[in-house]
């Protein structure tokens, strides 16, 4: 999972998103003729300032921010700072004498907001990794305040006028292609925010923006206090019939073990306790994560449902996902919906032969229901293929799956990874530098926090602390990027051993974090993992088919006691059992699609209709026939990717970009060879050097030569396929 926004470019970008202000993906704001930014910010104290870490020049290594000597009072005046410097910023482009030029309005906005970004970037991504109650009261205080700021600076009509003298002048027409691929998206965001509304509007779109920003932090911030919550205590271990030793030891805590809700830990036992009664609450716990209470995060998702509706109204668009998905490669709602059920119907299909295959197992003893799945599904899979998961852990361990990573990287993309010494945010974080093969050159710097904490957002994710820019080619700017996982913490000195879908995670976040690292987009406004939401989660997925392939596996998958490579017959195997339960895990994700499509694709008059989330959820998704035994992979109450994230009306994207990885990758299988030189030189430069410098569906053609096909997704999910269609 990544975001990123455009307006300003750089880190705020990475945490804004994080703490889900969509309203910066999409700007927009109070005040359309001033050109002063103001956001009613309280005045800067400035004995605050002094010897303030996030004020000052970072002279460490790489320019890593210096993460112990910040604290949490540092964040507020320095954020209220660089809001200052920005206003002064906008203000010296906006009241320019000159004739508006390139250099002087679009170069210069591109530029602006550095001091902001720098606070912003370390407070979005400590929030995240780090968190206390401190800093979760500061960020309701900080990112309304923020967005209010951002919607200044695009409903400002005297600056407007000059971005738009600029993309109508014909200086355009002689520019390089950077250049005017700048123009060209600055003034779609100026426009897309609301620029050329009248000011009344323009001062209700900031009123709701400003909400939404208050209410998707809140939403993350019940999500992570009710998450943290749920704990069961067991002081029996004959109730923990059927875990592994490991993971026993790894939750064990004096003479009790406590299970949580974090995936990690729920997974793990989900799949392998014996103790039905046991896992039916875990499976309530996960489920009815922030669904009532003070938690109770229903109410929030409606109201946000309500207010993006009414936003878009304002836009000019029928609905919030018509808006979003306008520049995206699927352009509308119809063509998304019909996209999913398309792959829907054969999920569900398979979902249902599954579920009749485990009922065949259980026999009377009892009904299936939905905590019974994940634990019946793995009995299956060891009886059909007599496969056991944990089998493969003792390959991959976590240094040896990173190293494997790496050595993909350094063989694709002609990259060098080597571990360097940096004081991160925490103990546990690795750092390296990425650097180009063939001249040395210092392409960024990558840092990796693997490991769950209760002050630690749930999932999977990539960041970053800064982004890249070459402006004038003499002071180049290279990024910092950031993977997160949330992988439980072994016991003493015990190694940390993966499930294979955390190491295909760790391959993900590593091709989001390359997408960052290795970029050679000059400006921050579309550098790095830009591009439409069903485009970016591509260059991440892609990267997993080398996880799995049969090449790289006996290269990197060791066994961490004795060094011996994984047999070929175990990968055998585990290719043979890889679509097991791909109806459920095609059927749960695709049913989660719908739930943000049918959230998102709601006119204000129908959003404002509706009372109940768990209601509307429900006949959603029984409208197309999902079966009670399957729980979408998540709620409405618990969707922080659609509800606090940068995700809405575009979870579907990470299936739309599964065309996009399973055709890019069978172009390599058709080379006969997955480190064909060729076609990797292609994928870097056209994908993951590119960022947003042309239109999506351009950069995949430049790449693979031809548009995606969807059979080989169906191909690779175990689905039959029409080879005659296109």
């Not at 790496?406 to 990425?434: C, H, K, Q």
């Not at 949330?486 to 391959?507: C, Q, Y």
Request: charged share 25%.
């Amino acid at each position: 999972m990544t975001a990123k926004t455009y307006l300003l470019g750089g880190a705020a970008a990475f945490a804004l998103i994080l703490a889900g202000c969509d309203s910066v993906r999409t700007p927009g704001g109070e005040e359309p003729t001033s050109t002063e930014v103001t956001a009613d910010a309280p005045p800067v104290d400035t004995a605050a300032l002094a010897d303030n870490p996030l004020l000052q020049d970072w002279t460490g290594p790489y320019g890593v921010p210096p993460f112990a000597d910040i604290k949490n009072e540092h964040y507020k005046p320095a954020i209220m700072q660089g809001i200052k410097d920005l206003e002064a910023e906008i203000a010296a482009i906006a009241d320019n004498e000159a004739a508006p030029t390139f250099e002087n309005t679009i170069v210069a906005l591109d530029k602006a907001g550095g001091t902001l970004d720098k606070a912003l970037g370390v407070f979005g991504n400590i929030t995240n990794t780090d968190t206390n109650d401190t800093l979760s009261e500061l960020e309701g205080e900080i990112y309304p305040l923020v967005s209010k700021v951002y919607d200044g600076i695009s409903f400002n009509e005297t600056l407007f006028a000059r971005v738009k003298a600029i993309k109508d002048s014909a200086a355009v027409e002689g520019m390089d292609e950077q250049d005017a691929r700048l123009v060209e998206l600055t003034y779609r965001q100026f426009e897309r925010a609301g620029a050329n509304l009248s000011p009344d509007v323009k001062a209700q779109v900031s009123d709701i923006n400003s909400e939404i920003s208050s209410l998707t932090t809140k939403f993350g911030q019940n999500l992570l206090k009710s998450t943290k919550a749920f704990r069961i205590d067991v002081t029996d271990e004959a109730d923990l019939v059927g875990l592994s030793e490991d993971f026993k030891a790894a939750i064990k805590d004096g003479d009790t073990w406590t299970l949580t809700v974090d995936r990690s830990v729920y997974e793990t036992f989900m799949t392998q306790s014996e103790n039905r009664d046991l896992r039916s609450k875990m499976f309530d716990g996960y489920r009815l994560r922030a669904s009532e209470g003070e938690f109770d995060n229903g109410p929030i998702a409606i109201k946000l449902a309500q207010l993006r509706a009414q936003r878009a109204e304002l836009l000019g668009y029928r609905t919030h996902a018509e808006y979003i998905l306008e520049y995206n490669m699927a352009k509308t709602p119809e063509t998304v919906e019909n996209f999913l059920v398309r792959v829907w119907e054969p999920g569900l299909a398979q979902a249902k032969a599954e579920r009749a295959t485990m009922q065949e197992m259980v026999g009377d003893a009892f009904q299936i229901a939905g905590h019974d799945w994940w634990h019946y599904s793995e009995k299956v899979r060891q009886d059909k293929y007599a496969f056991d998961d944990n089998i493969l852990k003792p390959y991959f361990e976590l240094g040896a799956v990173r190293g494997g990573a790496f050595a993909m990287a350094e063989r694709l993309f002609e990259l060098d990874i080597d571990p360097v010494e940096i004081d991160g945010w925490n103990e546990v974080v690795t750092s390296y530098d990425v650097k180009d093969a063939n001249t040395g050159e210092h392409l960024g710097l990558f840092m990796m926090d693997m490991y769950a904490r209760d002050s630690k957002r749930g999932g999977a994710w990539m960041s970053g602390y800064r982004s890249s820019t070459n402006y004038d080619d003499a002071d180049e700017v290279r990024p910092i990027i950031t993977n997160n996982m949330n992988l439980i913490t072994p016991a003493g000195d015990s190694p940390t051993l993966m499930r294979f879908d955390e190491v295909e995670t760790l391959f993900h976040e590593f091709g989001h974090g390359l997408h960052g690292l290795i970029t050679q987009i000059k400006y921050s406004n579309f550098s790095g993992v830009d591009g439409p939401r069903d485009y970016t989660e591509f260059p991440a997925q892609i990267l997993e088919h080398w996880a799995g392939a049969p090449e790289m596996l006996e290269t990197y998958a060791l066994h961490y006691e004795t060094g011996e490579v994984i047999p070929a017959e175990l990968i055998a195997k585990m290719r043979e059992a890889s679509n097991h339960n791909q109806g459920f895990r095609t059927t749960e994700f695709i049913a989660a699609s719908l739930l943000d499509l049918n959230w998102h694709n709601l006119t204000h008059d129908e959003a404002m209709a509706i009372t109940d989330a768990r209601e509307f959820e429900t006949a959603t998704l029984a409208k197309y026939g999902l079966i009670d035994e399957i729980e979408p992979r998540y709620r409405s109450q618990y969707f922080s990717h659609i509800f606090a994230g940068g995700y809405s009306s575009g979870y579907y994207a990470y299936l739309w970009s599964e065309i996009l990885d399973a055709d890019g990758f069978t172009a390599f299988r058709e080379k006969g060879d997955i480190w064909d030189k060729e076609l990797a030189a292609k994928l870097k430069k056209w994908v993951y050097e590119s960022g947003g410098l042309r239109p999506a569906d351009e950069l995949y053609r430049n790449f693979r030569g031809s548009d995606p096909t969807i059979e080989p997704l169906l191909r690779i999910r175990g689905f039959e396929t029409d080879e005659t269609e296109g």
